[in-house]
């Protein structure tokens, strides 16, 4: 059994920046690609930001790239997602979530772990 919890939403101004965080537990964390996921007022999931089991690689929705940083800490069995710049379309629950590679990336529908997610909104 996987656990995922996130933290770190809240509500920030356009412009700026916030820290999620997300505490994993019950599977070996260095071993899986992790990712984000969000979700938008009315809209379906979307992919975010993925890194790879060792960290080296990842990979952003364009939306983000260059504002979102991923990162994790394998010794405190804990991803990160660093949000600058944040704009009001940002605003979402954003998912924490383990998955193969390829699903993190291509498919959020096929995602097996997710945590419970954390609210971000953005005002303008």
């Known amino acids: 059994q996987v656990q995922l919890v996130e933290s770190g939403g809240g509500l920030v101004q356009a412009g700026g920046s916030l820290r999620l965080s997300c505490a994993a537990s019950?599977?070996?964390?260095?071993?899986?690609?992790m990712g984000w996921i969000r979700q938008a007022p009315g809209k379906e999931r979307e992919f975010v930001a993925a890194i790879s089991w060792n960290a080296d690689r990842s990979y952003y929705a364009d939306s983000v790239k260059g504002r979102f940083t991923i990162s994790k800490d394998d010794a405190k069995n804990t991803l990160y997602l660093e949000m600058n710049s944040l704009k009001p379309e940002d605003t979402a629950v954003y998912y924490c979530?383990?998955?193969?590679?390829?699903?993190?990336?291509?498919?959020?529908?096929?995602?097996?772990?997710w945590g419970k997610g954390t609210l971000v909104t953005v005002s303008s």
């Open positions: 979530a383990s998955a193969p590679w390829i699903v993190l990336t291509t498919d959020v529908s096929g995602i097996d772990y």
């Open positions: 019950g599977r070996t964390f260095s071993s899986y690609a």
